[in-house]
């Protein structure tokens, strides 16, 4: 059982940008697809991010061009890194390997 941490939520500013971590217990993450989803109050959980292990991305349109995936194998995490945030971006952060283990969330707020 791969547990996964998040790390880096908190509150921005509109504009600003934030950087999420997630960390796995364990290196076999480098074999597996990683991905980050969130989900806004009222909301499904969506796909924001998706890592393949042959090192190509696929974005939701919401943030192309705005957040970045990526993944230090030695350091067994995968990171967001999410700029030009919007109000919309508000949501609670979840990342996942293989589409089977998940991290417990982790809160994203873009307001003044």
């Known amino acids: 059982q791969v547990q996964l941490v998040e790390s880096g939520g908190g509150l921005v500013q509109p504009g600003g940008s934030l950087r999420l971590s997630c960390t796995a217990s364990e290196s076999t993450i480098s074999i597996y697809t990683l991905a980050w989803y969130r989900q806004a109050p009222g909301k499904q959980r969506e796909l924001v991010a998706s890592?393949?292990?042959?090192?190509?991305?696929n974005y939701a349109d919401s943030v192309k061009g705005r957040f970045t995936i990526s993944r230090d194998n030695a350091e067994n995490t995968v990171y967001l890194q999410m700029n030009s945030l919007k109000a919309e971006d508000t949501a609670v952060y979840y990342c996942?390997?293989?589409?089977?283990?998940w991290g417990q969330g982790i809160q994203v707020t873009v307001s003044s």
């Open positions: 890592l393949f292990v042959t090192g190509s991305t």
């Open positions: 996942n390997a293989a589409s089977l283990f």
